[in-house]
């Protein structure tokens, strides 16, 4: 399994984002994708995950109500929609996947990670 994440940038506060997390080599409703954020010094943090199966979604409690998950499985590729972005949102933001696990919420659930991709808030 391989997957490539991309869509990260500078935006202002309040701006919006999409990241994007294409998939090769399983089909998304086999696995588990996630994505996570990691600041330097700090550990990598689940900030959402799509289920495999019926495709069941998760975020943490810091991007409820502002970040949507979804997945397009004709072009396997899973998306993270920001809204509402704010500083604290800054980050290495990574996609990850697990064909042990039905979810992907912390890191040790993962088997496959892409590379990340910048994502910087601006106030």
């Known amino acids: 399994v391989q997957l490539q994440a991309s869509g990260g940038g500078l935006v202002k506060v309040r701006e919006s984002l999409r990241l994007s997390c294409a998939v090769s080599?399983?089909?998304?409703?086999?696995?588990?994708i996630g994505w996570f954020r990691q600041v330097p010094g700090e550990q990598r943090e689940g900030v959402s995950c799509i289920s495999s199966g019926d495709g069941t979604t998760h975020y943490a409690d810091s991007v409820k109500g502002r970040f949507t998950i979804s997945r397009d499985n004709a072009k396997s590729t899973v998306y993270l929609q920001m809204n509402s972005l704010k500083p604290e949102d800054t980050g290495v933001y990574y996609c990850?996947?697990?064909?042990?696990?039905?979810?992907?919420?912390?890191?040790?659930?993962?088997?496959?990670w892409g590379q990340g991709t910048q994502v910087t808030v601006s106030s």
């Open positions: 080599g399983a089909t998304l409703d086999s696995i588990a």
């Open positions: 990850a996947a697990s064909s042990r696990f039905t979810t992907v919420v912390v890191t040790t659930m993962a088997d496959y």
